[in-house]
């Protein structure tokens, strides 16, 4: 059972163009979770999603960034015009149904990093 | 903001030591989560504890949690040079789903 995969693991963006980031969860989970993390600081809570809906996305910048979770296919976090402040690490996690006898461990990708230059 | 704190934000110690990591938050939780973080890599789930749960240990570690302080410590014991690494707290909030971050402690094991 392949864990959360994530890629492209290292992005460099010129600031005004777009970033696409992509993450295919664990077999059987249901529900994605982006977090952003700056150097040297903890993480921070975006989004989370599950197949073709936005759950929560409280903690999405309201321009510019935008999340999907299709039928098929991995979620997309995708951010428009960027720039150099949107450089960081993103994660996304992703978890079993809730209910399903799961107790809320979200299991981690490997993170892009977002370079934007 | 829900997000925790972390103390210390840094601490370092010679292998064998014990490392204790203490986290606070702010909102009634469901649960609390620590994480374990290598430079540049993803996050890796350590332990679980509920709130009706005050303390819990997984091999070298043990993690207690004060619902009436809001806050949760994590021990390790007999530490290791592999060890190294940065430490996160997160709760699930009551109701919610996603994590909030505490703002981590870089543990540094001295061979």
């Known amino acids: 059972n392949a864990g959360v995969m994530q890629n492209p693991r290292h992005l460099v963006r010129r600031r005004g163009q777009e970033a696409r980031l992509r993450c295919s969860p664990m077999?059987?989970?249901?529900?994605v979770y982006w977090y952003r993390q700056l150097p040297e600081e903890g993480l921070k809570f975006m989004v989370y999603l599950q197949k073709e809906n936005i759950i929560d996305e409280s903690g999405m910048p309201k321009e510019r960034f935008s999340a999907e979770f299709p039928k098929e296919g991995p979620s997309i976090l995708r951010i428009q015009q960027v720039v150099r402040g949107d450089s960081a690490a993103y994660f996304c996690a992703s978890s079993p149904p809730v209910g399903s006898g799961s107790s809320y461990e979200q299991y981690f990708g490997p993170g892009t990093r977002l370079t934007v230059t | 903001s829900q997000q925790g704190e972390e103390d210390p934000q840094a601490l370092s110690i010679q292998e064998g030591e014990n490392a204790t990591m203490n986290c606070s938050y702010k909102t009634s939780i469901n649960n609390l989560q620590w994480y374990r973080q290598n430079s540049g890599r993803g996050l890796v789930h350590l332990i679980l504890?509920?709130?009706?749960?005050r303390e819990k240990h997984s091999g070298r570690l043990r993690v207690t949690l004060d619902t009436s302080k809001k806050s949760s410590s994590l021990l390790i014991t007999a530490s290791r040079a592999a060890d190294t690494a940065s430490y996160f707290c997160a709760t699930v909030s009551t109701g919610a789903n996603n994590l909030f971050f505490g703002t981590g402690t870089r543990l540094t094991v001295i061979p």
């Open positions: 504890i509920r709130s009706n749960e």
């Open positions: 077999k059987g989970h249901s529900h």
